[in-house]
């Protein structure tokens, strides 16, 4: 069973930057041709969209991060990053990472397959 572990969260004041990590482990699909995502849960609010990558280096990103954050993926320590600059305290969030494992990148959060436990980022104005 494939295990997702984020990592990088934590407390920043507003305008600084954080990096999140997801490292995948016990996968039996190709994490090369897996599509794998970035979400996000502020509390009282639905689960958002932030980023994601695609087999083929695909980038999509939220309309609220675009120009802020920046996604990559390094297939050979199955580890996908979240780059975060610019943090503001609408930010504050548990951020998820996804897989969907065959198949586009989706900003649908019903598309992907597996999730991580989540790590929360907490931007201070």
């Known amino acids: 069973q494939v295990q997702l572990v984020e990592s990088g969260g934590g407390l920043v004041q507003a305008g600084g930057s954080l990096r999140l990590s997801c490292a995948a482990s016990g996968h039996t699909f190709s994490f090369s041709s897996a599509a794998i995502h970035w979400f996000r849960q502020a509390p009282g609010k639905e689960r958002e969209f932030v980023a994601g990558?695609?087999?083929?280096?695909?980038?999509l990103y939220g309309h609220s991060v675009k120009g802020r954050f920046t996604i990559s993926r390094d297939n050979a320590k199955s580890t996908v990053y979240l780059q975060m600059d610019s943090l503001q305290p609408e930010d504050t969030a548990v951020y998820f990472c996804a897989v969907r494992r065959r198949g586009l990148v989706s900003t649908s959060s019903s598309d992907s397959d597996d999730w991580g436990p989540g790590t929360q980022v907490t931007v201070s104005s």
């Open positions: 990558i695609g087999w083929n280096t695909f980038v």
